[in-house]
């Protein structure tokens, strides 16, 4: 069985700060409900394959959700995944990366996959609600960054 993947990608964000002084706010977990209304908590030791336990706003409803850490490459890319029951039937990947531009700018942008039987109903009721949460990501992640 092939399966499609569904893609919510966010447009890039460039932010004037460094990749280093971005990735320190990305992974100060104290600090994510001064500047990240879409995950305003987080607890991680960013371990692969260790628990990252969530607090996420989706749409009116907050919600805790724990995922595990699958990449963490200083400083240009956090990545987390969930499997819901077994993986074929509903498998998300969140990536948040961060490219170079110079010594004092980066770019930031999400990618989320969803692949899995459900998928393309997780991605009919939640794609536009991660978007706007993933974009009010990015937003929060450039004013607390440049504020540094």
């Known amino acids: 069985m092939i399966s499609r993947e569904f893609l919510i990608r966010t447009n890039p964000v460039d932010i004037n700060a460094s ?10 977990t104290r600090k994510y409900g001064e500047w ?4 305003s908590k987080i ?3 960013f371990a692969i394959g260790s628990p990252v336990n969530l607090l ?3 749409g009116p409803i907050k919600f805790g959700i724990t995922e595990r850490l699958c990449a963490f490459e200083n400083p240009c890319l956090i990545a987390w995944e969930k499997k819901f029951g077994a993986h074929w039937l509903l498998f998300a990947k969140r990536e948040q990366h961060l490219e170079h531009v110079d010594n004092t700018s980066c770019r930031y942008y999400n ?3 969803l692949t899995g039987l459900l998928a393309p109903i997780v991605y009919c009721c939640f794609a536009s609600y991660m978007r706007r949460g ?7 992640l450039k004013m607390q960054a440049e504020a540094i």
């Open 19 to 28: 990749n280093e002084v971005v990735w320190t706010v990305l992974t100060d």
């Open 36 to 39: 990240n209304p879409f995950t």
């Open 43 to 45: 607890q991680a030791d």
């Open 56 to 58: 996420v706003r989706m």
């Open 111 to 113: 990618i989320d996959k």
């Open 134 to 140: 993933f974009n009010d990501v990015a937003k929060g």
